[in-house]
């Protein structure tokens, strides 16, 4: 069977662009003579849509397009994925489904039978589990519908299996002689591979070509990176789709092909997600420029590279807000960052507000020494300046934050908080030095004193991250450790690091919670980050040992 994978980047709730969409790749299959097009998951409303499924118009517009696309169908094959309504009560109101169309008409529906309900998903909220899936007969052929997580179930392949039933493999053994899987996987480091040995494994078992179609595209923090795969009954790699970008690709199930894997390195694929998701946010949410804060740091000159990559530099302001204790070397670096990135750049020191905000608080806080409140001060100052400018010039406000200093609390809410998007709040700071030298390869970018520097706030006189703080390398291992991988401070101490750091930086991140449930949106690039996969109460007193 020729067969074509639309990998769209589809929208939210979108649902005429996205019923446009999917005709133009229906066309375009036509065009190209496949018997079917295979669009991802829940492609006519946006993956995922979440609390917009207890609208009540928002499922019934869902079946309009799938009525007015299958009469948009002739003998060509279109199979899309949309949410569609569960009659049987008890039961949720909504499945997550997908529909094969033919010759004007819908010639089967499935609806998805595993819901996964972690870290990032909650679909057992929303939707009603399918209790059978039978294949459907295409042109004289069985072929057995799957959606997204009805493949990470095989017990060959996982340890630790979170269902009891196998749906592909089911479906096989029911008679299907082709598996199709349309998703909405979204990405982080590592999970390329991960999905590309699961899928070759489950092909290689059931013995039946695997055909997977993925989404692409930024929605709100999840990036999710397309890499459509066909695989022969022999778990041989025969297609696989362009990665973080939009792709159409043309398979011959008759007539497989082998090739190697698309392989990129980290640094590569992080920077690719965070400008897709940067990228989409903006444009999805209505916004054409962004500003952000330039501090002449690393944080800042990374973000300030991202969203220039993203959207254009025309569409990038950078803003310095000097005080008194702002160095002249960093206010240069940020100079040459925006005249490397071609950007505009304002200088608006902060100065003098400060001096005025610390004479009105004097009588309130006469007796008391200088600390972290007169340092905030100058954070907050900074925030009131640049969404001053994002309201007048209705740009989209960056935040600079990275992974490491969300999770110890090195912000200022109301400060450097301020924003509609925190760019790196998923890379660690390790992991910043590593996109920073990555983006210089070739040419110099970001100055290199930004990188080279001691990373410092500069809100008192020498101040460095390391007064208070074990090195980044430290830092980052033991987030990684207690955040990621979710073992206790017991065991990271006896992993070999020093009891007095592991201490205190599990206080800093168990404490920080309150700081990072009022943090704008992240993108999310590692296996466990700070947003809606990770739910920590914030008023609560358990301390694990």
């Given at each position: 069977m020729k067969v074509a994978l639309a990998q769209l980047n589809t929208t939210v709730g979108d649902l005429a662009g996205n019923e446009a969409k999917i005709l133009a790749a229906y066309q375009r299959g036509i065009d190209a003579g496949v018997e079917l097009v295979i669009c991802p998951e829940l492609s006519v409303c946006g993956y995922p849509p979440r609390d917009l499924l207890h609208k009540r118009s928002f499922i019934p517009g869902n079946w309009a397009v799938v009525q007015r696309l299958a009469a948009a169908t002739g003998k060509v094959g279109l199979l899309i994925g949309y949410a569609g309504s569960n009659d049987k009560r008890p039961g949720r109101e909504a499945t997550n489904s997908a529909a094969l169309l033919q010759n004007g008409g819908i010639l089967a529906t499935r609806h998805k039978t595993l819901l996964p309900t972690y870290d990032v998903f909650d679909e057992d909220r929303y939707f009603e589990p399918a209790t059978e899936n039978l294949p459907v007969t295409f042109n004289g052929q069985k072929i057995g519908i799957t959606i997204c997580e009805d493949i990470w179930n095989d017990e060959d392949f996982w340890k630790d299996r979170r269902y009891q039933r196998?749906?592909?493999?089911?479906?096989?053994?029911?008679?299907?002689?082709?598996?199709?899987?349309?998703?909405?996987?979204?990405?982080?480091?590592?999970?390329?591979?991960?999905?590309?040995?699961?899928?070759?494994?489950l092909a290689a078992k059931t013995g039946c070509p695997l055909l997977y179609c993925n989404l692409v595209g930024g929605?709100?923090?999840?990036?999710?990176?397309?890499?459509?795969?066909?695989?022969?009954?022999?778990?041989?790699?025969?297609?696989?789709?362009?990665?973080?970008?939009?792709?159409f690709l043309v398979v011959d199930t008759?007539?497989?092909?082998?090739?190697?894997p698309h392989l990129m390195e980290d640094e590569e694929s992080i920077y690719r997600a965070l400008v897709l998701g940067l990228r989409d946010y903006v444009h999805k949410c209505g916004f054409k420029s962004v500003v952000l804060g330039l501090s002449g740091g690393i944080d800042s000159a990374l973000t300030a590279v991202i969203a220039v990559e993203a959207l254009g530099p025309e569409n990038v302001r950078g803003v310095s807000l000097p005080s008194q204790y702002s160095s002249q070397g960093s206010l240069d670096d940020a100079q040459i960052l925006a005249q490397n990135l071609g950007i505009q750049h304002d200088v608006i020191p902060i100065q003098n507000a400060f001096e005025s905000v610390k004479a009105e608080l004097q009588p309130v806080f006469a007796g008391r020494k200088e600390d972290t409140a007169e340092e905030n001060i100058q954070a907050r100052l900074r925030g009131v300046i640049l969404m001053a400018m994002s309201n007048k010039f209705g740009s989209l406000l960056l935040t600079t934050g990275n992974k490491s200093e969300l999770a110890v609390g090195y912000c200022t809410l109301y400060g450097d908080m301020c924003g509609g998007l925190a760019v790196i709040s998923d890379v660690p700071k390790t992991m910043v030095y590593r996109l920073s030298n990555w983006i210089n390869r070739e040419q110099e970018i970001i100055p290199p004193a930004s990188i080279t520097k001691p990373p410092s706030a500069e809100l008192r006189p020498n101040q460095t991250d390391q007064d208070s703080l074990p090195s980044y390398d430290v830092l980052d291992a033991i987030l990684e450790a207690y955040v990621v991988q979710c073992k206790s401070p017991a065991e990271i101490v006896e992993a070999g690091f020093q009891d007095a750091d592991v201490k205190r930086v599990v206080k800093l991140i168990d404490f920080n919670e309150y700081k990072r449930r009022q943090a704008a949106p992240g993108i999310k690039v590692t296996s466990k980050a700070f947003g809606v996969g990770r739910r920590i109460p914030i008023a609560q007193r358990y301390r694990e040992v």
């Open positions: 196998n749906p592909a493999v089911d479906l096989a053994n029911a008679g299907a002689k082709l598996l199709l899987n349309i998703s909405a996987s979204p990405w982080h480091l590592g999970k390329n591979t991960t999905r590309r040995e699961m899928l070759a494994n929605n709100d923090e999840l990036v999710f990176d397309g890499a459509s795969m066909a695989f022969d009954g022999t778990g041989q790699l025969g297609v696989e789709g362009v990665c973080f970008g939009e792709d008759a007539k497989p092909g082998v090739i190697g």
